[in-house]
């Protein structure tokens, strides 16, 4: 008996020693992205989450959902004005992304990546104007703005309420596609930093009645990720 507890204990502590020197790897990963690009020098701003699952021979797939947006500075428009009042009106585009990506990379160092991925989802560019109304007040001889109070006739941004109007909205079809080159930083066992690169080629058709033509543009994006492997 004394003999078989041994043999027992001896063959089991040789079992864990094998599990420690051989763990199962992490084949699925889940990452968390934030970033920023540039479109004709416009900055655009990205958030995104992907799943990643691994595969042999230091390949992984991965599947990707992401949505960005930027805003361009308000331009000045008309102004119409009379003796009691003025009128001035600025514009400017906003433009949304929604986009799923599809795609691989291959790992071609420890800790560099190299990869390509498919896109597709929608676009919205929306152009919109603000405007403001400065009233003279002539019992006080001064100009003011509702209950905001006095209002400089020459101002034209802070202390003063705007209405803003939605001129014209253009929806579109993403597609297209991203190369993606990034490297990877270790944490600890399950968590790594990212930081990548992304070139992106996207053509869109138009979806909206009012929409312009078909079109086509090319995008810079650089990103930092949280992943977790699980």
Known sequence: MKNLLILFFVTGSMHCTGQEENPKP???SIAISGGFGLIDLDP???LGITYERALKNEWNLNVSVLIDGSQSSWYAGDVSYNDSVITTSDWRVESSN???KLGAKKNLFDFFYLGADLNIGFFTRT???RERQLVYNSEYDQWSYGT???IDPSQTSGGILYSYTALEINR???YGLSLKIGTSLPVNDRCKLIIQYSPEYIWRAPLSPNSLNST???RHFAEIM???RI
Request: hydrophobic share 40%.
């Open 26 to 28: 992490f084949q699925n």
């Open 44 to 46: 655009i701003r990205r």
């Open 98 to 100: 929604q986009m799923i």
């Open 127 to 129: 152009s919109g104007k």
């Open 148 to 150: 905001m109070g006095l």
């Open 172 to 174: 579109y079809l993403n």
């Open 216 to 218: 086509s543009t090319f």
């Open 226 to 228: 949280l992943c977790v």
